[in-house]
Protein backbone atom coordinates (compact mmCIF):
# COMPACT_ATOMS: atom_id res chain seq x y z
CA UNK A 1 0.00 0.00 0.00
CA UNK A 2 1.17 3.91 -0.86
CA UNK A 3 0.12 5.95 2.24
CA UNK A 4 0.58 9.67 1.82
CA UNK A 5 0.79 11.88 5.08
CA UNK A 6 -0.15 15.82 4.50
CA UNK A 7 2.67 16.05 2.55
CA UNK A 8 4.00 19.98 1.31
CA UNK A 9 6.04 21.09 -0.85
CA UNK A 10 7.39 24.90 -2.00
CA UNK A 11 9.30 25.99 -4.82
CA UNK A 12 8.31 29.71 -3.98
CA UNK A 13 6.22 32.17 -2.83
CA UNK A 14 3.65 31.21 -5.92
CA UNK A 15 3.54 27.89 -5.68
CA UNK A 16 3.22 24.68 -3.51
CA UNK A 17 1.60 21.35 -2.90
CA UNK A 18 -0.70 21.70 0.14
CA UNK A 19 -1.43 18.72 2.38
CA UNK A 20 -1.45 16.17 -0.05
CA UNK A 21 -2.77 12.44 1.64
CA UNK A 22 -4.07 9.70 -0.09
CA UNK A 23 -3.92 6.17 0.11
CA UNK A 24 -3.68 3.50 -2.90
CA UNK A 25 -3.50 -0.29 -2.92
CA UNK A 26 -1.94 -2.24 -4.64
CA UNK A 27 -2.60 -2.94 -8.09
CA UNK A 28 -4.33 0.24 -8.06
CA UNK A 29 -4.14 2.67 -11.01
CA UNK A 30 -4.20 6.62 -9.63
CA UNK A 31 -5.03 8.83 -12.43
CA UNK A 32 -3.99 12.26 -11.61
CA UNK A 33 -5.04 15.43 -13.52
CA UNK A 34 -5.27 19.32 -13.74
CA UNK A 35 -4.42 22.23 -15.00
CA UNK A 36 -0.24 23.24 -16.12
CA UNK A 37 1.34 24.16 -13.32
CA UNK A 38 -0.86 22.34 -10.88
CA UNK A 39 2.07 20.03 -9.30
CA UNK A 40 1.29 16.48 -11.12
CA UNK A 41 4.75 16.82 -12.05
CA UNK A 42 6.22 17.55 -8.41
CA UNK A 43 3.58 15.34 -6.68
CA UNK A 44 5.66 12.40 -8.99
CA UNK A 45 9.17 13.70 -7.66
CA UNK A 46 8.36 13.56 -4.43
CA UNK A 47 6.60 10.01 -4.56
CA UNK A 48 9.89 8.80 -6.44
CA UNK A 49 11.86 10.38 -3.88
CA UNK A 50 14.06 12.42 -6.07
CA UNK A 51 12.87 15.30 -4.41
CA UNK A 52 12.43 15.98 -0.30
CA UNK A 53 9.09 16.92 1.07
CA UNK A 54 9.15 20.27 3.54
CA UNK A 55 6.87 18.68 5.50
CA UNK A 56 4.24 15.81 5.78
CA UNK A 57 5.57 11.34 5.47
CA UNK A 58 5.05 8.51 2.63
CA UNK A 59 5.06 5.06 3.10
CA UNK A 60 5.06 2.27 0.49
CA UNK A 61 4.19 -1.12 2.13
CA UNK A 62 5.02 0.49 5.69
CA UNK A 63 8.42 1.92 4.78
CA UNK A 64 9.18 5.37 4.53
CA UNK A 65 9.77 6.49 0.83
CA UNK A 66 13.22 8.78 1.31
CA UNK A 67 14.10 11.89 -0.33
CA UNK A 68 17.73 12.92 -1.74
CA UNK A 69 18.85 14.03 1.70
CA UNK A 70 18.48 10.34 3.23
CA UNK A 71 19.96 8.44 0.41
CA UNK A 72 23.32 8.00 -1.94
CA UNK A 73 21.35 7.56 -4.80
CA UNK A 74 17.74 9.27 -5.32
CA UNK A 75 14.63 7.06 -6.00
CA UNK A 76 12.95 4.34 -4.63
CA UNK A 77 14.62 1.02 -5.47
CA UNK A 78 11.40 -1.00 -6.44
CA UNK A 79 9.99 2.28 -8.43
CA UNK A 80 10.00 3.13 -11.99
CA UNK A 81 9.42 6.76 -13.00
CA UNK A 82 9.07 7.34 -16.94
CA UNK A 83 9.35 11.35 -17.34
CA UNK A 84 8.74 13.02 -20.47
CA UNK A 85 12.71 13.28 -21.19
CA UNK A 86 13.10 9.36 -21.71
CA UNK A 87 16.30 8.96 -19.94
CA UNK A 88 17.14 6.17 -22.61
CA UNK A 89 20.57 5.48 -23.95
CA UNK A 90 20.58 6.89 -27.49
CA UNK A 91 23.63 5.18 -29.59
CA UNK A 92 22.59 1.56 -28.44
CA UNK A 93 19.60 -0.05 -29.96
CA UNK A 94 15.67 0.02 -29.02
CA UNK A 95 16.42 -3.84 -27.37
CA UNK A 96 19.60 -3.37 -25.61
CA UNK A 97 17.81 -0.10 -24.16
CA UNK A 98 14.42 -2.29 -23.17
CA UNK A 99 17.06 -5.19 -21.75
CA UNK A 100 19.65 -2.54 -20.22
CA UNK A 101 17.82 -2.97 -16.48
CA UNK A 102 17.61 -6.69 -16.36
CA UNK A 103 20.20 -9.12 -14.78
CA UNK A 104 22.72 -10.67 -17.45
CA UNK A 105 22.20 -14.23 -15.22
CA UNK A 106 19.18 -14.81 -17.94
CA UNK A 107 19.70 -13.88 -21.58
CA UNK A 108 17.22 -15.70 -23.42
CA UNK A 109 14.55 -15.33 -20.39
CA UNK A 110 15.51 -11.70 -20.96
CA UNK A 111 15.05 -11.71 -24.61
CA UNK A 112 11.83 -13.05 -24.61
CA UNK A 113 10.70 -10.23 -22.21
CA UNK A 114 12.28 -7.71 -24.06
CA UNK A 115 10.42 -9.10 -27.31
CA UNK A 116 6.72 -9.34 -25.55
CA UNK A 117 7.43 -5.51 -24.77
CA UNK A 118 8.14 -4.53 -28.08
CA UNK A 119 4.99 -6.04 -29.14
CA UNK A 120 3.20 -4.26 -26.42
CA UNK A 121 4.56 -0.94 -27.80
CA UNK A 122 4.13 -1.54 -31.60
CA UNK A 123 8.22 -1.47 -32.18
CA UNK A 124 8.68 -5.27 -33.08
CA UNK A 125 10.59 -3.66 -36.81
CA UNK A 126 12.50 -1.19 -35.00
CA UNK A 127 14.27 -3.55 -32.71
CA UNK A 128 17.61 -3.01 -33.88
CA UNK A 129 17.40 0.66 -34.57
CA UNK A 130 19.99 3.04 -32.36
CA UNK A 131 17.60 5.41 -30.07
CA UNK A 132 19.48 8.14 -31.90
CA UNK A 133 17.46 7.52 -35.20
CA UNK A 134 13.60 7.19 -33.27
CA UNK A 135 10.82 10.01 -33.22
CA UNK A 136 9.92 11.32 -29.88
CA UNK A 137 6.98 9.20 -30.03
CA UNK A 138 9.55 6.08 -30.56
CA UNK A 139 11.57 7.17 -27.72
CA UNK A 140 8.54 7.90 -25.77
CA UNK A 141 7.57 4.23 -26.25
CA UNK A 142 10.57 2.43 -25.58
CA UNK A 143 11.18 4.11 -22.05
CA UNK A 144 7.66 2.43 -21.27
CA UNK A 145 8.88 -0.83 -22.52
CA UNK A 146 12.19 -0.16 -20.50
CA UNK A 147 10.14 0.79 -17.33
CA UNK A 148 8.22 -2.38 -17.46
CA UNK A 149 11.07 -4.66 -18.60
CA UNK A 150 12.09 -5.75 -14.65
CA UNK A 151 8.48 -4.78 -13.14
CA UNK A 152 8.18 -1.92 -11.01
CA UNK A 153 6.29 -2.36 -7.72
CA UNK A 154 4.63 1.29 -8.12
CA UNK A 155 5.26 2.53 -12.11
CA UNK A 156 4.74 6.57 -12.16
CA UNK A 157 4.31 7.96 -15.47
CA UNK A 158 4.30 11.38 -16.06
CA UNK A 159 2.22 12.68 -19.41
CA UNK A 160 3.42 9.17 -20.91
CA UNK A 161 1.18 9.46 -24.58
CA UNK A 162 1.99 12.97 -24.83
CA UNK A 163 4.13 12.68 -28.08
CA UNK A 164 2.34 9.53 -29.83
CA UNK A 165 0.50 9.95 -32.80
CA UNK A 166 -3.23 9.46 -32.38
CA UNK A 167 -2.44 6.20 -34.64
CA UNK A 168 -0.60 4.39 -32.17
CA UNK A 169 -1.80 6.14 -28.92
CA UNK A 170 -5.54 4.70 -28.41
CA UNK A 171 -4.50 0.79 -29.23
CA UNK A 172 -1.47 1.79 -26.76
CA UNK A 173 -3.22 3.30 -23.97
CA UNK A 174 -5.69 -0.29 -23.96
CA UNK A 175 -2.75 -2.43 -24.34
CA UNK A 176 -0.72 -1.06 -21.88
CA UNK A 177 -3.13 -1.08 -18.61
CA UNK A 178 -4.31 -3.77 -19.46
CA UNK A 179 -0.40 -5.05 -18.80
CA UNK A 180 -0.15 -3.10 -15.91
CA UNK A 181 -3.49 -4.98 -14.27
CA UNK A 182 -2.43 -8.44 -15.13
CA UNK A 183 1.42 -7.58 -14.06
CA UNK A 184 -0.57 -6.30 -10.33
CA UNK A 185 1.90 -3.04 -10.79
CA UNK A 186 0.59 0.10 -9.16
CA UNK A 187 0.49 2.97 -11.37
CA UNK A 188 0.15 6.77 -10.74
CA UNK A 189 -0.10 8.63 -13.68
CA UNK A 190 -0.04 12.24 -14.19
CA UNK A 191 -1.72 14.07 -17.15
CA UNK A 192 -3.45 16.70 -18.29
CA UNK A 193 -5.66 14.40 -21.48
CA UNK A 194 -8.34 12.50 -19.48
CA UNK A 195 -8.69 10.37 -22.04
CA UNK A 196 -5.43 9.06 -20.91
CA UNK A 197 -7.36 7.88 -17.43
CA UNK A 198 -11.41 7.72 -17.54
CA UNK A 199 -11.46 4.44 -18.84
CA UNK A 200 -8.68 3.18 -17.25
CA UNK A 201 -8.03 4.49 -13.77
CA UNK A 202 -9.24 3.22 -10.38
CA UNK A 203 -9.58 6.74 -8.73
CA UNK A 204 -8.89 9.92 -9.78
CA UNK A 205 -7.23 12.90 -8.36
CA UNK A 206 -8.01 16.33 -9.24
CA UNK A 207 -5.46 18.53 -8.86
CA UNK A 208 -5.39 22.20 -8.54
CA UNK A 209 -2.92 25.31 -7.54
CA UNK A 210 -1.43 22.61 -5.43
CA UNK A 211 -4.33 21.17 -3.49
CA UNK A 212 -6.77 18.29 -4.03
CA UNK A 213 -10.10 19.49 -4.95
CA UNK A 214 -11.70 15.94 -5.83
CA UNK A 215 -10.32 12.49 -5.24
CA UNK A 216 -12.83 9.42 -6.70
CA UNK A 217 -13.52 6.85 -8.47
CA UNK A 218 -13.74 8.36 -12.51
CA UNK A 219 -17.72 7.58 -12.81
CA UNK A 220 -18.32 9.72 -9.71
CA UNK A 221 -15.78 12.65 -10.88
CA UNK A 222 -17.55 12.92 -14.00
CA UNK A 223 -20.93 12.26 -13.02
CA UNK A 224 -20.71 14.59 -9.82
CA UNK A 225 -18.54 17.40 -11.00
CA UNK A 226 -17.95 19.59 -7.79
CA UNK A 227 -17.04 22.94 -9.56
CA UNK A 228 -16.53 24.15 -13.26
CA UNK A 229 -12.90 23.36 -13.16
CA UNK A 230 -13.62 19.78 -13.01
CA UNK A 231 -15.97 19.44 -15.08
CA UNK A 232 -13.71 21.24 -17.43
CA UNK A 233 -10.98 18.96 -17.15
CA UNK A 234 -13.52 16.15 -18.79
CA UNK A 235 -14.64 18.12 -21.93
CA UNK A 236 -17.00 21.06 -22.63
CA UNK A 237 -19.86 21.45 -20.42
CA UNK A 238 -22.62 23.97 -19.52
CA UNK A 239 -23.57 26.11 -16.16
CA UNK A 240 -27.34 26.57 -16.37
CA UNK A 241 -30.23 27.52 -13.85
CA UNK A 242 -31.02 24.08 -11.74
CA UNK A 243 -34.55 24.86 -12.02
CA UNK A 244 -34.54 23.83 -15.90
CA UNK A 245 -33.73 20.57 -14.62
CA UNK A 246 -35.37 19.86 -11.47
CA UNK A 247 -36.89 22.33 -8.82
CA UNK A 248 -35.87 20.07 -5.45
CA UNK A 249 -32.10 20.36 -6.56
CA UNK A 250 -30.88 22.37 -3.62
CA UNK A 251 -28.03 24.01 -6.06
CA UNK A 252 -28.72 27.29 -7.80
CA UNK A 253 -26.69 26.46 -10.68
CA UNK A 254 -25.62 22.74 -12.15
CA UNK A 255 -23.41 21.80 -15.00
CA UNK A 256 -25.19 19.91 -17.56
CA UNK A 257 -23.08 18.31 -20.80
CA UNK A 258 -23.04 19.25 -24.18
CA UNK A 259 -24.99 15.58 -25.29
CA UNK A 260 -28.00 16.57 -22.56
CA UNK A 261 -29.35 19.60 -24.31
CA UNK A 262 -31.32 18.90 -27.26
CA UNK A 263 -31.92 21.11 -30.18
CA UNK A 264 -35.42 21.35 -31.09
CA UNK A 265 -37.03 23.13 -34.02
CA UNK A 266 -39.36 26.00 -32.98
CA UNK A 267 -41.87 28.73 -34.13
CA UNK A 268 -39.89 31.43 -32.93
CA UNK A 269 -35.96 31.93 -32.96
CA UNK A 270 -35.15 31.06 -29.33
CA UNK A 271 -31.37 29.95 -30.49
CA UNK A 272 -28.68 31.63 -32.60
CA UNK A 273 -26.15 29.20 -33.83
CA UNK A 274 -22.90 30.66 -33.80
CA UNK A 275 -21.02 28.15 -34.79
CA UNK A 276 -20.90 24.72 -36.18
CA UNK A 277 -18.06 21.98 -36.06
CA UNK A 278 -17.90 18.60 -37.44
CA UNK A 279 -16.22 16.12 -34.96
CA UNK A 280 -16.89 12.86 -37.22
CA UNK A 281 -19.69 11.18 -34.64
CA UNK A 282 -21.69 14.68 -34.45
CA UNK A 283 -21.30 18.24 -34.29
CA UNK A 284 -20.30 20.20 -32.18
CA UNK A 285 -22.67 23.35 -31.80
CA UNK A 286 -22.62 26.76 -30.07
CA UNK A 287 -25.16 29.04 -29.55
CA UNK A 288 -26.62 31.70 -27.63
CA UNK A 289 -29.67 31.22 -26.24
CA UNK A 290 -31.28 33.85 -23.85
CA UNK A 291 -28.34 36.20 -24.06
CA UNK A 292 -25.74 33.13 -22.72
CA UNK A 293 -22.85 31.12 -24.87
CA UNK A 294 -23.56 27.08 -24.62
CA UNK A 295 -22.17 24.24 -26.37
CA UNK A 296 -24.65 21.34 -27.51
CA UNK A 297 -23.97 17.83 -29.24
CA UNK A 298 -25.81 17.29 -32.11
CA UNK A 299 -25.75 14.33 -34.58
CA UNK A 300 -27.22 15.70 -37.89
CA UNK A 301 -26.22 19.43 -38.68
CA UNK A 302 -28.63 22.13 -38.17
CA UNK A 303 -30.85 23.55 -40.69
CA UNK A 304 -29.66 27.58 -40.57
CA UNK A 305 -33.08 28.52 -42.89
CA UNK A 306 -34.58 27.10 -39.64
CA UNK A 307 -35.70 28.35 -35.89
CA UNK A 308 -34.89 26.84 -33.05
CA UNK A 309 -35.22 26.53 -29.24
CA UNK A 310 -33.58 24.15 -26.95
CA UNK A 311 -34.25 21.24 -24.28
CA UNK A 312 -32.17 19.71 -21.12
CA UNK A 313 -32.66 16.10 -20.69
CA UNK A 314 -33.76 16.61 -17.33
CA UNK A 315 -33.85 13.00 -16.93
CA UNK A 316 -30.92 12.09 -18.31
CA UNK A 317 -29.12 14.78 -16.20
CA UNK A 318 -30.67 13.31 -13.01
CA UNK A 319 -30.17 9.62 -13.74
CA UNK A 320 -26.19 11.05 -14.25
CA UNK A 321 -26.18 13.05 -10.99
CA UNK A 322 -27.78 10.17 -8.80
CA UNK A 323 -25.78 7.19 -9.99
Not at 77 to 92: A, G, R, S
Not at 198 to 215: S, Y
Not at 238 to 256: G, H, Y
Not at 289 to 310: A, D, H, Q, W
Request: glycine share 6%; hydrophobic share 40%.
Amino acid sequence: MLEVKSIHYAYHKNFALQNISFELDPGEILGIIGESGCGKTTLLKLLFGKMDTDKGEMYWQGDKILGPSHQLIAGHKDFKYVTQHFELMPYITVLENIIKPLSRQYLEDNFNRAKDLLNLVNLEDYQDKKVKNLSGGQKQRVALAQALAKPPKLLLLDEPFSHIDNFFKNELRRKLFKFIKEENITCIIATHDNADILPFADKIMVLKKGEIIDFNSPKTIYNNPKNPYTAGLFGDYNFVDSSFISPKLNVSEIIVYPHEIELIASEDKKVQILDTYFMGEYYKIIIEYEGKKMIIKTIYLPNLSLNYNIKYKAHKVLERLQS
